[in-house]
T-cell receptor, first 110, second 115 residues
Framework: RKEVEQDPGPFNVPEGATVAFNCTYS??????FFWYRQDCRKEPKLLMS???SGNEDGRFTAQLNRASQYISLLIRDSKLSDSATYLC???????????FGTGTQLKVEL | GAVVSQHPSRVICKSGTSVKIECRSL??????MFWYRQFPKQSLMLMAT?????????EQGVEKDKFLINHASLTLSTLTVTSAHPEDSSFYIC???????????FGAGTRLSVL
């Protein structure tokens, strides 16, 4: 089983739609959680950290359920510029490293 | 914000050539630098963790004699792919961290194509 699992997509949605991505992780000792965005042939960029209480940054909302080892990202009012691959990332302190999911591809269309 | 510079951005070379990739933290001193590899439609896979002045720690399955890492200063780490072969063609990305590896700043990546 992969340490971090995501639905690869692609998710094709019209502009203005709301879209949700899910992620599960296998290591219960994982300490911190993030969503990164990666554009084609570019480096990943931090989108937001994820907290158990849930957190919001503009049109983006992230949720963490530690009991289920489940992370989500909700994007409201999708823009064309949101088209990218969204990576679920988990930090494990013991190994001092980030583990990346394979990413979920989003395509926002006119 | 913290900036990490990675060079070169693109390399095309013949099989058997050695390729060196540089990773520099421009405006901060990085405690730790990380090297990743990403094949098409796959996730970033950590290859090794590098601390200044000490030997790199390689992930399982990564050949340390094939992928030489030198971390000479708090702002520079290099990855040398020795005797590159077509199967080494990939996207190599470095990152630098302050303190623990929770928050990492990524370089723009190096796309290596071995003919």
């Amino acid at each position: 089983r992969k340490e971090v699992e995501q639905d690869p997509g692609p998710f094709n949605v019209p502009e203005g739609a709301t879209v949700a991505f899910n992620c599960t992780y296998s290591n219960s000792a994982s300490q911190s959680f993030f969503w990164y965005r990666q554009d084609c042939r570019k480096e990943p960029k931090l989108l937001m950290s994820v907290y158990s209480s849930g957190n919001e940054d503009g049109r983006f909302t992230a949720q963490l359920n530690r009991a289920s080892q489940y992370i989500s990202l909700l994007i409201r009012d999708s823009k064309l510029s949101d088209s990218a691959t969204y990576l679920c990332v988990v930090y494990t302190g013991g190994g001092n490293k980030l583990t990346f999911g394979t990413g979920t591809q989003l395509k926002v269309e006119l | 914000g913290a900036v990490v510079s990675q060079h070169p951005s693109r390399v095309i070379c013949k099989s058997g050539t050695s390729v060196k990739i540089e990773c520099r933290s421009l405006d901060f001193q990085a405690t730790t630098m990380f090297w990743y590899r990403q094949f098409p439609k796959q996730s970033l896979m950590l290859m090794a963790t590098s601390n200044e002045g000490s030997k790199a720690t390689y992930e399982q399955g990564v050949e340390k004699d094939k992928f030489l890492i030198n971390h000479a200063s708090l702002t520079l780490s290099t990855l040398t792919v020795t005797s590159a072969h077509p199967e080494d063609s990939s996207f190599y990305i470095c990152s630098a961290a302050l303190g623990t590896g929770q928050i990492q700043y990524f370089g723009a990546g190096t796309r290596l194509s071995v003919l």
